[in-house]
């Protein structure tokens, strides 16, 4: 059964440093890019950072470039994302995403997510 399961977030003031985690299970973890998007309330679900598979390229949204910091451990099937210096309008529900690079539309999946809320 295939699980992506998010954990780290949590209350954080402002230009402090939080870590999210994204535990992945039932996939061939290197065949997969993988994604951190958020969605905060009353707004899309936007694609903040992402890390290519075999590649292991990266890309930032810009309001979180220079900040935030994806990458990945194939070994523990782990994705994470640094938050450095969050704002209070980085506060949303960051979610996990796994899309099989193998092909052009590749399967995809996501997680249940995790609060991330920034204030003082």
């Known amino acids: 059964q295939l699980q992506l399961v998010e954990s780290g977030g949590g209350l954080v003031q402002p230009g402090g440093s939080l870590r999210l985690s994204c535990a992945a299970s039932g996939l061939t973890f290197t065949d997969y890019s993988m994604s951190w998007y958020r969605q905060a309330p009353g707004k899309e679900r936007e694609l903040v950072a992402t890390i290519d598979a075999f590649s292991y390229r990266t890309n930032y949204a810009d309001s979180v470039k220079g900040r935030f910091f994806i990458w990945r451990d194939d070994v523990e099937s782990t994705v994470y994302l640094r938050m450095n210096s969050p704002k209070p309008q980085d506060t949303a529900v960051y979610h996990c995403?796994?899309?099989?690079?193998?092909?052009?539309?590749?399967?995809?999946?996501w997680g249940q997510g995790t609060q991330v809320t920034v204030s003082p």
């Open positions: 995403h796994a899309r099989d690079a193998r092909a052009i539309s590749g399967a995809v999946y």
